[in-house]
């Protein structure tokens, strides 16, 4: 299992750091006492982004670059020369990658290419870990979870984009960091892939998220509009994938035998429809809440998406903490916090500690 003070002094590089996930990994490493570098984009200005809200500015070392940059990005790689590595950098909203889908390709294809280039002329990594999504996998509406052996061919933009990005992992695996491509006494980095669920919490403003429509909504005290409730779909707290990135990150650093590729997600009670997670929102905020049902027929998404994470849980005893309408009361908790202009750091420090205690 994951033990955080195996990060205390640690060379840390984690692109995607200004993004609702990364912010959350950077303010779980600085409490680890990590050497953190993040490399991404700014977040867009005079909007609220949780980067600039948890508090690790200034207990970081960050880099406003572009994933596409491979100049920009090698030069701050080989500033920063990490031992461990989290690829969090992505386009990641299925909609906007109909909008515009060569940036998506660019950010999530080319994004991985760059920063493995970086890896792979590296001497200094010993862990490497590609984020990517539960919406990898063919998704042929089956009622079971997809196992990690199932086949990989996303149907939409952002979906495909990050089937490729396993892809192009996978081959820089078997093609630079297995023991028959590098000679013979060379360091190999240990490399793998997780596969998450949705997350939710506190400080994602995204545009076209559930959570973060329900909270502007309720903070606008205004009906909460979905656009399709019977999504299914494996929710979980940000915090559980971070969990996990964490574990991966730290076992096969320690024994590369763990290199592989995982599913992360919730348990199977705890994959509900986009419908029921809002009516949970709804009863946490109170406050009158209610949502209303106006399908907008917007572009093709899944309608039955879950993971089977028996992998994870069997290779590291690993079981979530908290379950889906625990993960909407922690996402209220702070959201309230925030919208009574309070200590969101500390509601943020408080639910780390609650996940990541022994």
């Not at 990050?162 to 192009?168: Q, Y």
């Not at 559930?210 to 502007?216: A, L, N, T």
Request: hydrophobic content about 35%.
């Amino acid at each position: 299992m994951l033990e955080l003070s195996f990060y205390k002094g640690k060379k840390v590089f984690v692109t995607g750091h200004t993004g609702f996930k990364g912010s959350w990994l950077c303010r779980v490493l600085v409490k680890a006492g990590a050497e953190v570098t993040g490399y991404a984009l700014m977040p867009p200005a005079g909007e609220p982004n949780l980067y600039e809200l948890c508090g690790v500015d200034g207990k970081i070392t960050s880099v406003i670059g572009d994933i596409r940059d491979l100049k920009s990005l090698s030069e701050a790689f080989e500033e920063a020369q990490p031992e461990i590595v989290f690829h969090l950098a992505a386009q990641p909203i299925v909609r906007d990658s109909y909008k515009n889908p060569v940036y998506t390709y660019e950010t999530n294809v080319m994004g991985t290419v760059n920063i493995l280039e970086c890896v792979r002329k590296s001497s200094s990594v010993v862990s490497f870990l590609n984020v990517t999504t539960d919406k990898v996998y063919k998704n042929n509406e089956w009622q079971r979870g997809y196992t990690e052996e199932d086949e990989l061919d996303g149907y939409d933009p952002y979906s495909n984009s990050k089937s490729c990005s396993e892809l192009v992992t996978h081959s820089y695996m078997k093609s630079f960091f297995s023991e028959d491509a590098v000679k013979e006494g060379a360091k190999i980095p240990a490399i793998s892939t997780a596969r998450a669920g949705n997350v939710i919490g506190g400080g994602d403003f995204a545009n076209d998220r559930i959570i973060p429509d329900c909270v502007r909504a309720a903070m606008k005290k205004e009906s909460i509009i979905v656009r399709n409730p019977h999504s299914v779909r494996p929710f979980q707290h940000v915090l559980e994938p971070l969990y996990v990135y964490l574990m991966i990150a730290q076992a096969q650093a320690e024994d590369k035998n763990y290199a592989g590729y995982y599913n992360v997600g919730p348990d199977d009670i705890d994959c509900v429809t986009t419908g029921e997670l809002t009516t949970m929102f709804c009863e946490s905020w109170g406050e009158g809440q209610e949502w209303i049902n106006k399908c907008d027929h917007g572009p093709h998404e899944a309608g039955f998406l879950k993971l089977d994470c028996t992998k994870c849980k069997k290779v590291f005893g690993w079981q979530p903490k908290w379950n889906v309408r625990q993960a909407v009361e922690k996402t209220v908790e702070w959201s309230k916090v925030y919208a009574a202009g309070g200590d969101v750091i500390a509601c943020m420090d408080g639910q780390i500690e609650e996940i990541f205690k022994a």
